[in-house]
């Protein structure tokens, strides 16, 4: 490595174990040159260092929050009913059954993981070239499921994940009004369709032949055709085919 | 009997959750400050950071899984509020550095226009340069968290640190500068 060299790798990372790297610093003058650029990480370090009034023991406190909260929730439905304050809340629901024709009932495991999916990985959500289809094919296979043209030439990410330990399949495909989510979940049974939302987003979990299915778009999506149109291009492959 | 032992695992998950703020929460934080370049905003990122990670405790044994995790749930959520809304967030510029103790005047003069310099750098320069720096991250580690090739990050830091040499440059204030000829 030579001196050129060696100052590069310096900038870049002067703590790097490059063997290559680590070799050149046997030469004093280069482990000089070093020792500089250490001493510039080190002041980039101190100038990284904000005051600032974050108290991280406050984060301890997350577990006891979250489990008032789903407490709360839990009796909402209740309550929701009973008082009128409530009654926004209650609309909303009511009108929900009646777009969709489906009692409500939560999964909140499944759904709560689908969302969590989501955000965790909400960097898929912006691809915008076409998933190859050479890809998708034999990752539907290992499903036992194929996927009709309308979605396929709309779709912009698919992928294994794990949901609720099942090995469950991720795909992104365009909507009216943005990106939307399938997950299919191979083996897991849903009661009943339900709603779930977080946010800026909403979306349907039911169930679609032995797996579950949740389809999550922006607000402004409509969900209903959509998941009419899935339970039409998703489907079990035929004997032949398999 | 079984009431104990439901008792028993909770206290157990909790004494792990404590366990995970204790080790990076403050380095979390500095991230997401970097990142979104507003306190408000950090706070509010890593306390959904770590939110996540309380309800996905499980996938999280491995601490040193841990904190490339709570480093892209924070990515996550800095891109997300990003998309939802264009923030007009430059706090960090009023922020006091906090300058060590022995530090002198024309050393604090250099942090100050260090930092200035790390905060008008562009995001995708700015995010492995915290994560090196502040996170020791190597390369790689960088790469498998920003899920990018080893070269672009190296690159990235690479541009990253000739910027802010080049403020210090401009300044003509540093020692330090003449380092990258």
Redesign the interface.
Known sequence: MNEIEFRKQCVIDPNSEDERFVEAMQDSELHKIREEYLDFDAQLKDAMRLQSDFDPESLKLIPQEMDEEHAKEESSWFKSALRPAYSIAASFVAAMVVVFGLLLQPEPALSESMMDHLYDHMEVTHIRTKFPQQKLRPLLDEYGIRISEVLTERMRHASKCELENLTSLHIVFDGESGPVTLFFMPGAEVDRASMMGREQFHGILFQHGDGAVGIIGVMDEQLLPLKDEVEASLVPLTPKEA | MEKNDENRVMKK??RQ??RL??LY??DI??FA??LTKD?HT??DV??EA???A???LDQLKDESVAKSRLL??VR??N??RFQ?KQFDLVD?DN??????AD?EPE?RT???I??KA?AALPIDYREP??M???H?M??REIAETM?LPENTV?TR??RA??K??GSLTETQSSN?AR??P
């Open positions: 998950k909790k959750f404590e703020v204790d929460a403050q934080h500095r400050l970097w306190h950090a706070e890593v306390q770590y939110a996540r309380w309800k996905n892209t749930i996550n959520e891109a997300r939802r960090i922020t006091q550095v906090t300058a060590s530090s050393n250099e942090i100050s260090m930092r790390i340069l915290v090196q720096v502040i020791g190597s390369c899920d190296m830091l690479f640190k000739q802010v040499k330090v380092l990258y």
